[in-house]
């Protein structure tokens, strides 16, 4: 099948390298604004042809949307206007609002919300990399609004990337993100915005930085395009748990302050609860 | 040489296996207060006898401590007293109060304060690997105050490790070491307790925890004997870098309580510097 591919970054790079691996797409358009990205998306064979956003939704049987969700809304209502019988799913990190914003359209059946939870810290179509949905999960959403052929198609999609699919209502989508997702990137900025400041000599970083404050601090090398919008159209539910986590390290604060040390103890032992999980 | 580790987890059990693989080590003696460790340090072979404590000093050349800095700190003042020409080094992660402890003991030159700033998240003789400390860094603190023997035996030994050695006054290290490593572990610890709260139904972390959550919550499995002494030790520092760090949140939530898009960007961007240095 013929798949367009809006945002020629990591997120759909890195598909664009799979589904032509994996013989699921047989052409692939590319359109994006940044003209460096659309030119490197073609000199390095992520894509066939560089194409307007018009041309490629026209030349598709697939349309995928991989830009951030603030690009996302602002186009998805004319992309949604243009369409004959084309597919079209978008891959954004946060869901009710694309889900509302389209829920009245005349072809909201063509569309499927989706959502694949991959990504690294890096970013651009320099960034593109293969396997990097394989064994991963990926939401779909509201599923009920979409037709049974726009659901095949975009099923076998990430069946094609080797993904578990999950499907879930918009808001509890939303909601499980901030908790598990979008809480683990704003508590990884602000570790290094901490460090940052308190570390002024920097050499100190280099040199005491083990692997663990590595693997803490990863997701601050996470793009500010796609998480500032993230955390304003989850501003509800990232608050919520923002203000769960602060309490949590205030309590911790707490009992370190007063030498509390069964308290810390126990802080401790809960935490390790997580080992059942991940 | 003969060396004796006290303590047969991670830490002690790690650095058994290549100084004996590296033949830094003759013959290396065992001491743990917990006899499940002491037997399967000895049966997996990390170790080639269990000895008591007194045996262990007297049969050594150099002596490691590698239990947590609470059993450390109760313990070290008889092993002082109990030396006659070996050598002494700990690997505790915070370094002040067990200088000052031994400032002023008759045999303080044979001791070397050190902190190898290598651990996984796991613990216990089990957990034993070789390489960990391949590439790393440790930390020598106020080495004025040991031999120049005692300084080279244990340098010799770091050297062994593959370790890059970095001086430092403890009351620095102890500072420095607050800020990239033990804020680290406290940001990972309330994301995992945040996150357990939060998701009653944990399916879903399971199902959504992308590679980036687990990265970040990573170090929430690690252990309360070794880490709750540590925040204890260095309280004044880590309550200090957790101001900061939530002050950083705080503000975080103030700019999207406030839909201050720009003001998340910022932060973000300002968060990103950390390439530059990890």
Redesign the interface.
């Known amino acids: 099948m013929n798949i367009t591919i809006i945002g020629l970054g990591l997120i759909g790079g890195s598909m664009a390298i799979d589904l032509r691996k994996r013989k699921f797409a047989k052409k692939i358009f590319g359109v994006d604004n940044d003209i460096l990205h659309a030119e490197t998306a073609k000199n390095i064979g992520l894509i066939d042809e560089i194409v307007d956003l018009e041309t490629g939704i026209k030349s598709a049987d697939l349309v995928i949307i991989a830009t951030p969700v603030d690009a996302t809304i602002k186009m998805l209502n004319d992309i949604m206007n243009s369409l004959d019988n084309q597919i079209v799913t978008d891959v954004c990190s946060t869901k009710f609002q694309i889900c509302e914003l389209v829920k009245n359209h005349s072809k909201r059946k063509n569309f499927v919300a989706s959502h694949p939870?991959?990504?690294?810290e890096y970013s651009g179509p320099w960034a593109a990399i293969s396997h990097l949905y394989d064994g991963?999960?990926t939401?779909i959403c509201n599923k009920e609004e979409s037709s049974n052929i726009a659901l095949k198609i975009v099923e076998d999609l990430y069946g094609a990337l080797n993904m578990?699919i999950?499907h879930m209502d918009a808001k509890a989508h939303d909601m499980?993100?901030a908790?598990?997702?979008h809480?683990?990137?704003?508590?990884?900025?602000?570790?290094?915005?901490?460090?940052?400041?308190?570390?002024k000599d920097?050499k100190?970083?280099?040199?005491?930085?083990?692997?663990?404050?590595?693997?803490?601090?990863?997701?601050?090398?996470?793009?500010?395009d796609m998480?500032?919008?993230i955390?304003?159209q989850n501003?509800e539910n990232?608050?919520d748990?923002?203000?769960?986590?602060?309490s949590?390290?205030?309590k911790?604060?707490e009992n370190?302050?007063t030498?509390n040390?069964q308290g810390?103890?126990d802080?401790?032992?809960?935490?390790?609860?997580?080992?059942?999980?991940?």
């Open positions: 939870m991959a990504g690294t991963k999960s939401i578990r999950i499980h993100a908790y598990v997702s809480i683990s990137h704003i508590s990884s900025f602000a570790l290094a915005l901490t460090v940052l400041e308190k570390e920097e100190h970083i280099f040199n005491m930085a083990g692997g663990g404050f590595r693997s803490t601090v990863r997701l601050a090398k996470s793009s500010s998480w500032a919008p955390f304003n501003s990232v608050i748990v923002l203000d769960t986590y602060i949590k390290l205030q911790f604060k370190i302050s030498n040390k810390i103890n802080m401790i032992i809960d935490a390790n609860k997580i080992k059942r999980i991940v």
